[in-house]
């Protein structure tokens, strides 16, 4: 499944760089997002729980910030697994600075497998842009939180 899309911050670039990659704010960010644990920098152990429909479990995971051209663009890498199945992703994060405004652009894609990919994957799309949605709704509330 390939997720694109944009989201506009209004926050310098620097600033939404800083609040991307700091792992506090993509923890509490993050739907279902339990722990995110720096195991070395920019490698991460992440433990969710989500519900999609009738399907509820807890992932285990890795997550990994590679190939980052600060305040420009990085690698975002992601596996995981549980009870219900897999999830395995990449994606490339852009930031760039719009007037006052970052806009910041990813594109990738994600594997799903076992219980989870049962649901369909166009319902699975949907829920993936809704949960992103959410994620970004909750970075904006950290932006300003610290401001």
Request: net charge positive; hydrophobic share 35%.
């Amino acid at each position: 499944m390939k997720l694109e899309g944009t989201h506009t911050f209004q926050a310098p670039q620097e600033r939404v760089w800083d609040l991307l990659i700091n792992p506090k704010n993509l923890e509490k960010a993050l739907p279902g997002c339990e722990k995110l644990e720096e195991r070395e920098p920019g490698q991460y152990d992440a433990l969710l729980k989500i519900q999609i429909a009738a399907v509820k479990g807890t992932y285990k995971g890795k997550v990994q910030v590679a190939d980052t051209e600060p305040p420009k663009r990085y690698r975002l890498i992601g596996e995981g697994s549980g009870s219900p199945g897999f999830v395995k992703g990449e994606a490339i994060i852009e930031l760039s600075q719009q007037g006052q405004n970052t806009l910041v652009s990813y594109q990738g894609e994600v594997q799903v497998g076992g219980l989870m990919a049962g649901v369909g994957q166009r319902m699975l799309g949907g829920i993936a842009k809704m949960m992103l949605n959410q994620f970004f709704k909750n970075m904006e509330k950290e932006l300003k939180s610290q401001a």
